[in-house]
């Protein structure tokens, strides 16, 4: 294994960390009632289900938090599984530019710019 796909499973293991901390910390100090009670309730559950439980309960204002929380662990996932870094679509390497200004990417250049323009 590279050093550089050590860095970026650090990258993700560390971004992990943090969207479920302010993840937890928006729910804990939101001044909706509801959202303090997720905050507990999240705090029961163990980490794997949260993507799913916010899915359910969180308001609209928590959906960028919980994609990304949702895209970091299945970069995390593909790492365990030796598949992280290739094109969901082609299984080709994603380009290393890509993946280093997002470690979430899951798509190559080729892959992406034909989905955008389908898109469109
Ligand atoms: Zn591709």
């Not at 550089?4 to 969207?19: C, F, H, I, N």
């Not at 470690?103 to 389908?118: D, G, H, N």
């Amino acid at each position: 294994m590279s050093t550089e796909t050590l860095d970026l499973e650090e990258q993700v293991v560390l971004l992990l960390a943090q969207v479920r901390e302010e993840l937890l910390n928006r729910l804990r100090y939101s001044s909706v009632s509801h959202d303090n009670n997720l905050y507990t309730q999240l705090s029961e559950h163990p980490e794997d289900d949260w993507v799913a439980y916010l899915r359910e309960k969180a308001g609209p204002s928590y959906k960028e938090l919980v994609d990304k929380l949702e895209r970091l662990e299945a970069a995390q996932c593909q790492f365990d599984l030796g598949l992280f870094g290739f094109c969901s679509d082609c299984e080709e390497p994603i380009e290393d530019e890509l993946l280093e200004h997002d470690v979430t990417t899951q798509r190559c250049k080729k892959c992406e710019s034909l989905v955008k323009a389908r898109e469109q």
